[in-house]
């Protein structure tokens, strides 16, 4: 009997450790503490956020009045089960992962015998050039819609441990906390820590903070007028042959995390006149495009928790001013 109490006095001289951090750090939940190493505890979201209704995905384009094509933005369904719900529209969505590439999507889809009355084109800002301004072609795949269930957003966050505990994560984690206390800019590889000027702009405990993700700046210094000027060449281009075909298309380009707090940042990694202005280049350019930035802002200045603290997505509550948004310019 010595043996097997001695190895679960050991087992529980480990556990009880590791469960006790788990419990004070939280669950990780949003994928910038999760990539980044960083405390939840600290950067975890706090505010309720509103219970949206998620919508089953379409499985086929049949049927479908709505057709989108979208990143991790579009994902889980929740802006456009909030558009649906606004404008009762039958949605389908596409992931940019399961398409081969952009140009192998725009030939399958201006194949198909019957298009749906609208194509919304979303994505994140960072990718806007690398996605649209010369696509290359790529081997041909048959575009597959997105797997969701027909579920609901969550209220709060958890604050529970759930399933396996990775020690060597906690221990990680825990060693990051002391930094994430410090004042100032803290990389962490893909997640960087910066300051704001305001403390009001997130419900996280680590008010004045911000995490976004590294890429966000890769724009910086890089991108050109003449880079912008091939996104839209591209973008009318798809929206003219959708249009010989009788459907119209919104471009719905969802603003980088560290593009809608930039006037916050502290400090900032360039100057703000050398931070390109995606949008402002593209406005007025590019047939159906949609200006997410402008009331995103807006809403920043009033609401907390637009994009979550600890995540580089928004949360409900921005994904249901995205659908809003993107409603709101459509013809009447």
């Known amino acids: 009997m010595r043996y097997p109490t001695t190895l679960l006095l050991i087992a529980l001289a480990i556990f009880l450790p590791c469960f006790g951090i788990a419990l004070y750090q939280e669950p990780v939940d949003g ?23 998620v919508r089953a995905n379409g499985k086929s384009l049949e049927g479908a009045d709505v057709v989108v094509l979208g990143d991790s933005f579009s994902q889980k369904n929740v802006w456009q089960s909030a558009f649906s719900d606004l404008t009762g529209a039958r949605v389908v969505t596409f992931d940019y992962g399961d398409i081969g590439c952009f140009a192998n999507w725009r030939s399958w889809l201006l194949a198909q015998p019957r298009l749906p009355r609208l194509v919304i084109v979303q994505t994140v800002e960072r990718n806007l050039v690398e996605r649209f301004k010369a696509p290359r072609p790529c081997r041909s795949v048959e575009p597959r819609p997105i797997r969701v269930e027909a579920g609901a957003t969550a209220a709060e966050r958890p604050r529970f441990p759930r399933g396996g505990i990775n020690a060597a994560y906690l221990f990680k984690v825990l060693g990051r906390d002391a930094k994430t206390a410090a004042d100032g800019r803290l990389a962490t590889g893909e997640v960087v820590v910066a300051g704001l000027d305001r403390a009001d ?80 280049l593209l406005r007025g350019r590019v047939a159906g495009l949609v200006d997410l930035k402008t009331p995103f802002l807006e809403a920043i200045a009033a609401n907390r928790d637009l994009y979550k603290p600890d995540d580089t997505h928004l949360s409900t509550r921005g994904y249901q001013l995205m659908a809003r948004t993107i409603a709101d310019s459509l013809p009447k």
């Open 201 to 280: 702009l997130f419900s996280s405990r680590a008010t004045g903070r911000i995490l976004y993700y590294a890429g966000d700046e890769d724009k910086i210094g890089a991108w050109t007028p003449g880079d912008l000027d091939g996104v839209a060449a591209t973008l009318n281009g798809f929206a003219a042959e959708l249009a010989g075909r009788g459907s119209r298309v919104a471009f719905a380009v969802v603003p980088d995390k560290l593009t809608a707090y930039y006037a916050h940042v502290r400090p900032q990694p360039a100057p703000a006149e050398r931070y390109p202005d995606s949008m402002g």
């Open 31 to 53: 994928d910038l503490t999760r990539i980044g190493y960083l405390p939840e505890r600290q950067f975890g979201w706090n505010d309720p956020q509103p219970v949206q209704a």
